[in-house]
């Protein structure tokens, strides 16, 4: 290459580096609109408008993202410091917010609570679809702003640490699939009115939630429930709990007939099993697949709870049963009469592959348990046994050996106790 050609080479080169030549292009800049939307939305709020610095044309296109994450994966400033600058986000925003998330950093809210409700009226406004809002500091829970019942667009709810108050004309959020509320303040009728109102909902997450006697989950849609149930004081004292009524379990389940996977602890169990339990339900739960439970075997009606579930489960694939340490020993009737009465009306567990038992003592009603789940399962491949560590060598070693007699339906059932196999 001659030196002239080589001076146009280099002349040609700083021209484009500087913007001096008609062969000048700036790659960042001129990036089609849904591709620098896809970029900023892959990143975290502080990193998009970090992003601003980029070039003139990208300076304020942090201003339009429609998704602004204040999560746990965000650097974490002090509180005030977060609510300014969540404030200051939202005055320079443009265009809809379909997902705002403000959650992990347990706001005071006799600082905030007017910030909230700002906060809350701009999304309504702007078509939130998404809307993740607490927990707040220990103790406090946000009084929900009412204009939440006017975000029709939503698609998933979770609010955590709120006291929602329904208003009479609210016709339900049309468009909710997921909806979750932890700690939250409402009256069972009002929780049942939300669930009931949101026709497509699918996953239903209920945690911490206090409820008195009845409630009725009324979600033909729903494919996934998980309940962490807690009883308000005045609920034990009731005559209810003790006997007579529809049992919970068809009040509650009633209309659950596409559910697949199934979540029940805490005291979920104490709760459903109020009322006379049936064998089985009216009506069973043709897909689920997975169920997972917090089982206390000293509770007989939680015991009779347990096998009605799996009756009414013709299909159940997993199951997780977590022991509780809640009720007395069962006397009454015995011990081995009450299982042999359990085993005479059935429960053949033909699709069941997996078992995990987890918070084992080496009681006999936890072996008899496992002895029905082994008798009654063709297919089971494992049985995975979580025995606590609170129990002796001797008495753990004495309940592995009285597992190593039991009867296995399943030709290819293996126990296993902490990682070992037997």
């Given at each position: 290459m001659t030196n002239r050609n080589k001076k146009e080479a280099k002349g040609d080169k700083i021209s484009l580096q500087n913007g001096r030549s008609g062969l000048d292009f700036d790659l960042i800049s001129d990036l089609p609109e849904d591709i620098c939307n896809a970029i900023l939305l892959r990143l975290s709020i502080t990193d998009a408008v970090k992003a601003s610095i980029l070039s003139r044309k990208w300076r304020y296109r942090s201003a339009s993202i429609p998704h602004?994450?204040?999560?746990?994966?965000?650097?974490?400033?002090?509180n005030q410091e977060v609510v300014d600058i969540v404030n200051?986000?939202?005055?320079?925003?443009?265009?809809?917010?379909?997902?705002?998330?403000?959650?992990?950093?347990?706001?005071?809210l006799d600082q905030c609570g007017h910030d909230i409700d700002q906060w809350m009226l701009f999304l309504s406004e702007h078509g939130i679809e998404q809307l993740t809002l607490g927990p707040f500091m220990h103790g406090n829970w946000y009084v929900m702003h009412s204009c939440l019942f006017s975000c029709l667009e939503l698609t998933d709810l979770d609010l955590a640490s709120c006291e929602i108050n329904i208003p009479p004309a609210f016709e339900g959020f049309r468009h909710l699939r997921n909806l979750k509320l932890c700690d939250i303040i409402l009256s069972d009728d009002e929780l049942e009115q939300l669930i009931s109102k949101c026709l497509l909902l699918e996953t239903l997450t209920l945690d911490c939630i206090r409820l008195a006697i009845r409630f009725k989950i009324n979600a033909p849609n729903l494919r996934y429930l998980c309940l962490k149930i807690e009883f308000t004081s005045s609920a034990f004292d009731n005559e209810y709990f003790q006997q007579g009524g529809i049992c919970n379990l068809i009040k509650a389940f009633g209309s659950l007939h596409h559910i697949e996977k199934m979540t029940l602890h805490d005291e979920t169990l104490q709760f459903l099993r109020v009322g006379n339990i049936p064998d089985v339900l009216p009506a069973s739960f043709l897909h689920l697949k997975n169920l997972s439970m917090a089982v206390s075997f000293m509770d007989s009606k939680e015991v009779f709870a347990t096998f009605c579930m799996l009756r009414s489960s013709p299909n159940l694939e997993e199951l997780e049963i977590l022991i509780t340490k809640r009720g007395i020993e069962l006397h009454n009737p015995p011990l081995a009469v009450f299982w042999e009465a359990q085993e005479r009306l059935g429960c053949l567990l033909n699709h069941l592959q997996t078992v995990k038992m987890t918070g084992i003592k080496g009681k006999e009603c936890e072996l008899s348990f496992i002895r029905f789940v082994l008798a009654n399962a063709p297919v089971l491949g494992i049985m995975s046994i979580d025995i606590k560590m609170e129990i002796t060598m001797v008495e753990k070693l004495r309940f592995l050996q009285d597992m190593l007699q039991l009867r296995r339906a399943s030709t290819q059932a293996i126990i296993r106790c902490e990682g070992e196999s037997i």
């Open positions: 602004l994450v204040f999560d746990k994966d965000w650097i974490l400033p002090k200051r986000v939202l005055s320079v925003h443009k265009g809809p917010v379909h997902k705002f998330v403000c959650s992990d950093h347990f706001l005071p």
